[in-house]
């Protein structure tokens, strides 16, 4: 080897990894938080643009200082324990069970569908069909079989959260790699065995996957039966104001039942991070 290329080797040694780092835009090294934040100027002063020089009516779109106040309205009754802590609690009985609900038909399908070959051939196409359908025209249907009382409104929420359950679950027990199959085959490992020990804890992150949608989903799921099908929680409360052309009102009640969305999908995302700790999640990684 001669001296040149002695020279070359070592300052690429001398380099390290740096000759192979991807360079970053300014912009992807700016804090999360700060990005934020600047969206949500950026979006606050659209919006406030747009109220104060009528390109749309404010009886239609209310302004955001009107819509902050009646966030502390709507903020206050519920600190305080009023009408609107007590549709709050019905929501969240809604969201919570028919959440267990689509988690306890959507895995068991998911098996099914994912397992046997009997699942995929002659269940999945009445899923799948059955999905296609416009989930809305239910809403009067649960309400003639189980009343107007809270069952409805849980039952339309685990219909629409159901099948992203069954399509994670079954997704990711069909990623099971060949070589690992035929390891437990070798091992003389049981169906059983090789469903437990190899091919669920390889689903887990799409079975999440489908979690993350479904608690997204059963949120729609909840208030659309109890704006169709009557009801005592804050779909009702929407539907009322609305009906008063309350803008702040609605705006305020939507954005309250926003944060009760993405606190159920923090939960099922810290769930996944202690679950699937192998995992690495990028997005938390990229917001340090």
Do not use: C
């Not at 802590?85 to 895995?107: K, R």
């Not at 309350?246 to 606190?263: A, C, H, K």
């Amino acid at each position: 080897m001669t001296d040149i290329d002695q020279n070359t080797l070592g300052a690429i040694d001398a380099e390290g990894d740096t000759v192979w780092t991807e360079q970053t835009s300014w912009l992807d090294r700016v804090p999360r938080a700060i990005q934020m934040l600047f969206v949500f100027v950026v979006f606050i002063a659209l919006w406030d643009m747009v109220t104060r020089f009528g390109f749309v009516s404010r009886i239609i779109l209310p302004t955001p200082w009107e819509t902050g106040n009646d966030l502390i309205f709507v903020g206050r009754n519920l600190v305080t324990g009023g009408y609107m802590l007590a549709a709050l609690w019905i929501t969240l009985q809604e969201v919570f069970y028919g959440f267990l609900l689509a988690l306890a038909i959507g895995f068991s399908l998911g098996v099914i569908v994912g397992e046997t070959a009997f699942g995929e051939r002659a269940i999945m196409p009445y899923l799948v069909a059955i999905d296609t359908m416009p989930k809305v025209a239910f809403a009067p249907l649960f309400v003639a079989w189980l009343g107007f009382d809270i069952d409805s409104k849980v039952a339309l929420a685990a219909f629409i959260a159901t099948f992203p359950i069954i399509v994670g679950t079954a997704a990711g027990l069909h990623a099971a790699d060949t070589n690992s199959r035929n390891l437990f085959k070798t091992m003389g490992a049981s169906r059983w065995q090789t469903l437990t020990k190899m091919k669920l804890p390889m689903a887990l992150p799409q079975i999440f996957t489908g979690l993350k949608i479904a608690s997204v989903g059963v949120m729609a799921g909840a208030i659309t039966g109890e704006f169709l099908g009557g009801g005592k929680g804050f779909g009702e409360l929407i539907r009322t104001a609305a009906s008063q052309l309350n803008t702040p009102r609605v705006f305020s009640l939507i954005l309250y039942l926003s944060v009760v969305g993405l606190g159920l999908f923090a939960l099922v995302s810290w769930l996944q991070g202690r679950v699937v700790f192998w995992q690495k999640n990028r997005l938390s990684s990229s917001s340090e």
